[in-house]
């Protein structure tokens, strides 16, 4: 299996930050990557796919790059609707998640 | 988009079968360019893959749980399930049904069931 390595596992932010989170595939990927976004009680919510393109109705504020093993997923002002759990996932193979970040308010 | 609709019972005692159905609202069931998955998370932790299955009924499972899960579509009810054998505490979580996207979206699973949450008790 491949191995999705998240960082950081938590982050405390204020509105209006810019937030990185990182995450790191055990073998390469290419740009098999998704990022999720969950709020408590709720299902997951695709956020980017392709390490890079922000699915339909996603706020432009967030961003994706990466190729190869090293990915990030960035949120250049933070809204209060941001603080959620984010997940990155690799769909290179049978799909496997990083383990998550908490996003909270600082 | 279609809409997915997670449904089965929320307690199951230890050592019998989870089953679990999801009924997909919608287009895109009967393309061959998606795939229809489940996903579950236990609590406070986060998110496992279980299983796919596409309209051609090839399935693929997760190594960890293989030997234990079987997927199944019905075509005519627009309906995909999930069978896990001897469950016990650890397979305690809310279970998610999913679609995966295409080549075109690199397969990312893009549209999400409420979940359904499973307690493994006696």
């Known amino acids: 299996d491949i191995q999705m390595t998240q960082s950081p596992s938590s982050l405390s932010a204020s509105v209006g930050d810019r937030v990185t989170i990182t995450c790191q595939a055990s073998?390469?990927?290419?740009?098999?990557v998704a990022w999720l976004q969950q709020k408590p009680g709720k299902a997951p919510k695709l956020l980017i796919y392709g390490a890079s393109t922000l699915q339909g109705g996603v706020p432009s504020r967030f961003s994706g790059s990466g190729s190869g093993t090293d990915f990030t997923l960035t949120i250049s002002s933070l809204q209060p609707e941001d603080f959620a759990t984010y997940y990155c996932q690799q769909s290179y193979t049978i799909p496997t998640f990083g383990q998550g970040t908490r996003l909270d308010i600082k | 988009q279609p809409q997915l609709q997670e449904s089965g019972p929320g307690l199951v005692k230890p050592s019998e079968t989870l089953s679990l159905t999801c009924s997909v609202s919608g287009d895109s069931f009967n393309s061959f360019s998606y795939y229809w998955g489940w996903v579950r998370q236990p609590p406070g932790k986060g998110l496992e893959w279980i299983a796919s299955i596409y309209y051609s009924g090839t399935t693929y499972y997760n190594p960890s749980l293989k030997s234990r899960v079987t997927m199944s579509m019905d075509t005519s009810k627009k309906e995909f399930s999930l069978k896990l054998s001897s469950v016990n505490a650890a397979d305690t979580a809310v279970y998610y049904c999913?679609?995966?996207?295409?080549?075109?979206?690199?397969?990312?699973?893009?549209?999400w069931g409420q979940g359904t949450k499973v307690t493994v008790s006696s």
């Open positions: 999913v679609r995966g996207g295409s080549a075109t979206e690199l397969y990312a699973m893009d549209v």
């Open positions: 073998q390469s990927i290419s740009n098999y």
